[in-house]
């Protein structure tokens, strides 16, 4: 079975070889729970920079195809982040959006290949340090957002990115 | 119940008191130049004065009106600073309307003046830094209780006027019709706590606070958009005149 990402900003593609995956499974895993202005609404609704926002919905469109199927990866990301930041309202937002996105892209290097280059001016929108997450004092929050990554990624988890990416 | 179960119960209750999120910021007319602004605005979040009968009405209206839909805290967790503190609200509303050129940032002076230069265009932010909502709320709260006290002037604010009052919140700046008729309604109930005097007092505050808010310049934009509420009905009444000026009287004062 072929998975075929393309990198959102260089719009370079790649292919990669997996064994077989139950792309019905994966389909119902990343069904959109929100309407797009719904989503578009809450990221607008967040205390955080502009900058910091337009960052965040370029990774909305993102999409990964397995067998021919698209799966709707960032719109499945952006609303993990409203989630977190609904379910821990006293943490800082900046925080758990860099937290999410840098666990992310961390442990699945194939989303880290195609949106890791958003982490660097987001880190800096944000006013926080490049790996910040791996010294994260709220354990509470970070096996939290480690579950969710296991939940919802790790049929990516083990798929390198091919030397020539 | 599963992630994606809970993702689906958040996101089927959110609303937004910005229907036409577009139609707000082009209204907002702040350009390209509204970081500095809105970091302005945001400096005074610790202003502790509220707009008497103004805000406490908006930010209740609000969450009201976000309870009835079942989700008052799931989204003012989005609006922390709202949750904590409601005089918030009319401080950053005033904060925006500076922005806006309304209220005389030297700034925003200057982004008229740029405006006027290049009549074809209007820039218009994508994002702002302030959260949206926190935004409609705090300018709705701000716009409300005095145009309800002088649409009441003449006695009872008319169908006509409250008409053309949502329409003018609904059509002109993208609310939520919903939400601006809940707010409306609430804000006549409570109209006996309005005070010009106070008004008047906390917008002064406000600027003294800040030195780029010039009280002059905030009074002219007041004044006119009562005037355009008590045309609304096609005629001047009296009493009208004399709430007017009332209120210009303790905004000179």
């Known amino acids: 079975m072929i998975i075929q990402v393309t990198h959102p900003e260089t719009k370079q593609v790649i292919d990669i070889e997996v064994d077989s995956m139950n792309i019905e499974e994966l389909q119902e895993l990343y069904k959109t729970t929100a309407p797009e202005k719904t989503l578009l609404s809450a990221i607008e609704n967040l205390d955080i920079p502009a900058e910091a926002k337009a960052l965040l919905l370029k990774i909305k469109d993102f999409?990964?195809?397995?067998?021919?199927?698209?799966?709707?990866?960032?719109?499945?990301?952006?609303?993990l982040i409203i989630y977190f930041i609904k379910k821990y309202p006293s943490t800082t937002i900046g925080l758990i959006v860099g937290s999410v996105l840098g666990m992310l892209f961390s442990n699945i290097p194939v989303i880290g290949w195609a949106l890791g280059w958003l982490l660097m001016p987001l880190c800096t929108a944000l006013g926080l340090a490049l790996g910040f997450w791996k010294d994260f004092s709220e354990k509470?929050?970070?096996?939290?957002?480690?579950?969710?990554?296991?939940?919802?990624?790790?049929?990516?988890?083990n798929i390198p990115t091919p030397e020539n990416a | 119940m599963s992630i994606n179960d809970e993702?689906?119960?958040?996101?089927?209750?959110?609303?937004?008191?910005?229907?036409?999120?577009?139609?707000?910021?082009?209204?907002l007319n702040i350009g390209d130049e509204?970081?500095?602004?809105l970091n302005n605005a945001k400096n005074l979040m610790d202003f502790g004065e509220s707009l008497a009968g103004g805000t406490a009405i908006g930010f209740l209206t609000y969450s009201s009106w976000f309870a009835s839909h079942a989700v008052a805290i799931k989204v003012l967790a989005f609006i922390p600073v709202l949750s904590v503190s409601p005089p918030i609200a009319f401080i950053v509303g005033s904060g925006i309307l500076g922005a806006t050129g309304f209220f005389g940032f030297k700034k925003a002076k200057d982004a008229?003046?740029?405006?006027?230069?290049?009549?074809l265009m209007t820039k218009v932010p994508k994002y702002l830094n302030?959260?949206?909502?926190?935004?409609?709320?705090?300018?709705?709260?701000?716009?409300?209780?005095?145009?309800?006290?002088m649409g009441q002037a003449d006695g009872e604010l008319c169908v006509v006027e409250r008409a053309q009052i949502l329409k003018y919140f609904t059509d002109e700046?993208?609310?939520?019709?919903?939400?601006?008729?809940?707010?409306?309604?609430?804000?006549?109930?409570?109209?006996?706590?309005?005070?010009?005097k106070e008004y008047a007092k906390t917008l002064k505050a406000v600027c003294k606070k800040t030195s780029e808010f010039k009280l002059s310049?905030?009074?002219?934009?007041?004044?006119?958009?009562?005037?355009?509420i008590i045309l609304m009905d096609g005629e001047i009444h009296p009493e009208e005149e004399k709430e007017l000026a009332t209120l210009k009287l303790y905004l000179d004062a």
């Not at chain 1, 509470?140 to 988890?157: L, R």
């Not at chain 2, 008229?112 to 009549?119: A, F, G, I, P």
């Not at chain 2, 709705?140 to 309800?148: C, D, I, Q, T, W």
């Open chain 1, 63 to 79: 999409t990964i195809q397995v067998g021919g199927v698209a799966l709707k990866i960032g719109k499945k990301i952006l609303e």
């Open chain 2, 130 to 149: 302030t959260p949206l909502d926190l935004l409609g709320l705090s300018l709705a709260s701000l716009m409300m209780p005095v145009s309800v006290k």
């Open chain 2, 173 to 196: 700046w993208g609310y939520n019709s919903e939400f601006i008729e809940k707010l409306l309604q609430a804000q006549e109930s409570k109209m006996e706590s309005f005070s010009y």
């Open chain 2, 217 to 228: 310049q905030v009074s002219d934009e007041i004044l006119n958009f009562q005037r355009e």
């Open chain 2, 34 to 37: 509204h970081f500095t602004y």
């Open chain 1, 140 to 157: 509470e929050i970070k096996v939290a957002i480690d579950g969710a990554i296991n939940e919802f990624f790790s049929s990516f988890k």
């Open chain 2, 7 to 27: 993702l689906s119960d958040l996101f089927e209750n959110i609303q937004s008191i910005i229907d036409d999120d577009f139609q707000f910021k082009k209204k």
């Open chain 2, 112 to 119: 008229l003046l740029k405006k006027s230069e290049n009549e």
